[in-house]
């Protein structure tokens, strides 16, 4: 179905950004050794107020921040490109350069102007004065409202949750349509690792880095931002169009939560990978790791243990990032080629990455996503044999599936990339690219359908047997819960053969937790004659349950 953007009340609410780098904290340039201008905020202090210090990494932060490393292997194909800034103090529109190493450094011109700006004075006099003029009571840049989910985004979501048995976000929660866990060097996002001595090496003559590992979410929007050119936008001598050095420009502001833990490295300290010395620290207790956050947000999962036997020798659970107060956090990041006239813009997708829940081994899980048109011109989307059109500035949902394979007996997290085609509705549009693959990430919690053991259990035969060796506990394997419990083949030494006479009991019953069986068998004894015993093979059913 697709959606008019129209129609829609323009509110100054966010939208995720592109593929790229993505920037925390505004101090980008000067943390490379690029000036940077007031506008974009300083770094915070190595220790901000509320900043927890980790114990002996025995505690339930460490513990968390142990998880956090296993599962950000599963983000390493999730990029976007944000700036993050929790005082809303940046000016939407305003133009940035990216260097080929991918740090983002302002420029003196507005390079694009949001479609609503005229409603705002407050946001007009900011752009004017990034030009040089300012407009009757500005009063410099602004923040962006508190938004709530947007209804065709929070249609999608629940339309997923119901498909995949995922979560659908509950009362007091907020719908998430970006996730990201990885590593950031100073201020740039990394990804799921980086080699630390190119950071020291390349471009700089800072002798000390801070090491960052995040778990962030961004909330979903009501309505997506879009932006118009300004005059300093021009033809382009090779085609599309330019605004003086700007490579990209400040788009909307996010609101979302973000926990990081931190710490200092030095030249001499950087050897090998980040998430190698990251783990290093960790696992000594290093009182140098602390632990910030911004907004309120809820992590579970951490509690996931290896599980034995699984490939690799571990096997994790998937983490749920719950956003419980959402707060202004970034601003996401456009090229500047959006606002050209015959722009073919890369369309956004909400919730990135595209989660299917939990499916076992040799299901189909599906899920939805809101695809949004940013470009100016009505397109074509193509996936597999389904097209759909969507119109200028408007939204369509596309149906993802994903069929997961494996052989692990626990939750497993995987990975795998999808691709939709964007083309203009009208072929004789001239628009610049002529046509746009769009990688979708996708993730899926996974696992063997069932697992099951069988054992036989039995006593001594005699006139008094320890009836203690057929009393059993069983326990499914992490991420399982238990479907059946059964004694098969029982045999007694009654008159009659029966477990459930003349003195004998034998049970099977689901542990309180619902996690394992708990087998017992009981029986007669004498001093003096006759033989007394039990057998029967225990037999336990667990069905595939991550959270």
């Known amino acids: 179905m697709a959606l008019s953007g129209a129609g829609r009340a323009r509110r100054r609410s966010a939208a995720p950004a592109r593929g790229g780098a993505v920037l925390l904290g505004a101090a980008l340039a000067s943390a490379l050794g690029c000036p940077a201008p007031p506008e974009l905020p300083p770094a915070p202090p190595r220790q901000p107020a509320g900043a927890a210090v980790l114990p002996a990494c025995k505690g339930s932060g460490c513990s968390q921040a142990g998880a956090l490393i296993a599962a950000a292997r599963a983000f390493s194909d999730v990029r976007h490109d944000y700036l993050l800034d929790t005082s809303s103090a940046m000016v939407p529109g305003r133009g940035l350069s990216r260097s080929a190493a991918g740090v983002f450094s302002p420029v003196g011109v507005a390079c694009a102007r949001p479609k609503a700006e005229l409603a705002s004075p407050a946001v007009a006099g900011a752009l004017a004065a990034t030009s040089g003029t300012a407009a009757p009571g500005a009063i410099g840049a602004t923040g962006a409202p508190a938004t709530t989910a947007a209804p065709a985004l929070a249609s999608a979501t629940n339309a997923s949750a119901a498909a995949t048995g995922a979560p659908a976000p509950g009362a007091g929660e907020r719908a998430i349509d970006f996730r990201y866990v990885g590593i950031a060097v100073d201020s740039v996002l990394v990804g799921a690792d980086v080699d630390l001595p190119a950071y020291f090496s ?317 087998f017992r068998c009981a029986g007669p004894s004498s001093s003096i004659w006759g033989d007394h015993g039990c057998s029967y093979t225990a037999t336990m059913v667990c069905r595939l349950g991550c959270k």
Not at 217 to 229: G, N
Not at 424 to 452: H, I, N, Y
């Open 202 to 518: 390349a471009g700089g003559t800072l002798d000390r880095r801070r090491l960052r590992l995040v778990a962030m979410a961004l909330v979903a929007d009501e309505d997506p931002q879009f932006f118009d050119p300004t005059e300093s936008v021009v033809p382009a001598p090779g085609g599309g169009c330019a605004c003086g050095r700007a490579t990209h420009f400040i788009g909307a502001v996010k609101r979302g939560a973000m926990v990081a833990y931190e710490t200092d490295v030095t030249a001499g300290e950087a050897h090998g990978t980040a998430m190698g010395l990251f783990k290093a620290r960790l696992e000594a207790g290093d009182r140098r790791v602390t632990m910030t956050s911004v907004g309120e947000l809820a992590i579970e999962g951490v509690e996931g243990a290896p599980v034995a036997g699984a490939k690799g020798g571990q096997a994790f659970g998937a983490l749920r990032l719950e956003v419980k107060k959402a707060v202004p956090l970034a601003y996401a990041i456009y090229p500047v080629a959006d606002v050209c006239r015959f722009s073919l813009a890369e369309p956004e997708i909400a919730p990135l990455p595209v989660d299917l829940g939990v499916v076992p081994y040799g299901a189909a899980g599906t899920a939805q996503a809101l695809i949004t048109n940013r470009a100016q011109v009505d397109v074509r989307v193509t996936h597999g044999e389904r097209t759909v059109e969507v119109p200028a500035h408007g939204s369509a949902e596309l149906t993802f599936s994903w069929t997961p394979e494996g052989e692990t007996a626990g939750c497993e997290r995987q990975t795998r990339r999808d691709t939709f085609v964007v083309q203009p509705k009208d072929p004789a549009s001239p628009v610049v690219p002529r046509e746009r693959a769009v990688v979708v990430p996708l993730q899926v919690t996974t696992g063997m359908p069932t697992f099951s053991k069988h054992e036989p259990i039995a006593t001594e035969t005699g006139r008094s047997p320890d009836y203690g060796r057929a009393s059993v506990d069983w326990t499914c394997p992490a991420g399982y819960v238990v479907e059946q419990c059964e004694p098969q083949l029982a045999s007694c030494l009654s008159s009659t053969g029966s477990c459930n006479a003349e003195g004998y009991r034998l049970t099977a019953e689901a542990t309180a937790d619902g996690r394992g069986c708990a």
